[in-house]
């Protein structure tokens, strides 16, 4: 199960798990700022060193 079809899943139709569903899209969306502030220093220095001419 991919995890936006497991984050569909504390939707019913009785309700909503609102704790539930922002704790599993907290717990989703934490590695990829993480990876992304990690790698921002290299991305940086390879977005720099392309635009340089000759």
Not at 6 to 33: E, H, R
Request: hydrophobic share 55%.
């Amino acid at each position: 199960m991919t995890v936006p079809v497991a984050l569909f899943s504390f939707i019913s139709y009785a309700g909503t798990d609102w704790g539930g569903l922002m704790a599993a899209s907290t717990v989703m969306t934490v590695p990829v700022v993480v990876v992304a502030v990690l790698a921002q220093k290299h991305l940086v220095a390879g977005l720099t060193a392309g635009a340089t001419k000759g």
